[in-house]
């Protein structure tokens, strides 16, 4: 049975997608079977896969019309990397999902399907703790959470970990924290320094060694529809996310 991951924090523009990716496309280039399945209504982790034409059902069929997660799957550029891609329909899930029976449950229901197929399952959530995101983490084995390297980063940190132990208690009591990933680090500033301690003083245990640099590469590679390792294998970014995925291993 392979270990499903969420990747989720409510706030935006913290390096979820970027994560998403880039740590599935490593496992995937090692050789392990890997499945990303995208929730997130900007359907950036799709395109960041340059899947711009989806011609099949999408994670909306699946969560929302009670599609098979099986036809939704997509191949990629990556022959281990199979993904679930995103619909902007997604939107309008927080209007659809409330009548529904087993509302907290559709994505882990419909995951059963697959999951004995695959290594690691990731799943790309929206920024926000909306259904979608609650169906992710009642579906998930593990929970990594981007964490930028600012100022307010642990005021929202501390709301998602509670969010989190609602759901242990509630939905899912065998969600663990995989890590909590430092993310857009700026070696020239103190304020990232000073950040990344402070989460590491707070969260010794459950905070990542990998700290994922702020870079220029990392930003471009989306808009070619590549992951990171194949836009370009020798930057720093790419370092940061090898060394991720061997870590999310290592915790295994």
Do not use: W
């Not at 990232?192 to 700290?211: A, C, G, I, K, W």
């Not at 836009?231 to 940061?240: F, H, I």
């Amino acid at each position: 049975m392979g270990t499903i991951y969420v990747v989720a924090n409510q706030k935006g523009g913290v390096g979820k997608t970027t994560t998403c990716i880039n740590t599935s496309v490593c496992l995937a280039e090692a050789g392990a079977s890997v499945l990303l399945i995208d929730i997130d209504a900007q359907c950036n982790a799709t395109n960041g896969l340059g899947l711009h034409e989806v011609t099949s059902n999408t994670s909306y069929d699946v969560i929302c019309g009670g599609a098979s997660i099986t036809t939704a799957m997509m191949p990629t550029l990556y022959p281990q990397l199979t993904v679930v891609p995103a619909s902007p329909d997604l939107a309008g899930a927080s209007v659809e999902l409330p009548d529904r029976d087993r509302r907290e449950f559709i994505l882990s229901d419909a995951l059963r399907e697959v999951v004995d197929s695959y290594d690691f399952i990731f799943i790309d959530c929206p920024p926000s703790l909306d259904l979608l995101t609650l169906n992710a983490l009642v579906a998930a084995d593990k929970l990594i959470v981007p964490v930028q390297c600012e100022y307010y980063a642990l005021e929202g940190l501390g709301h998602l970990l509670q969010t989190v132990e609602a759901v242990r208690q509630g939905l899912n009591p065998t969600l663990a924290i995989s890590g909590l990933l430092m993310t857009m680090y700026d070696a020239r500033t103190r304020l990232s320094s000073q950040v990344v301690q402070e989460v590491r003083s707070h969260f010794p245990d459950l905070t990542y060694n990998t700290v994922i640099p702020r870079n220029i590469r990392l930003s471009e590679a989306p808009s070619f529809g590549m992951a990171i390792s194949r836009y370009d294998p020798t930057c720093a970014g790419s370092d940061a996310y090898f060394d991720l995925a061997s870590e999310v291993v290592d915790r295994e």
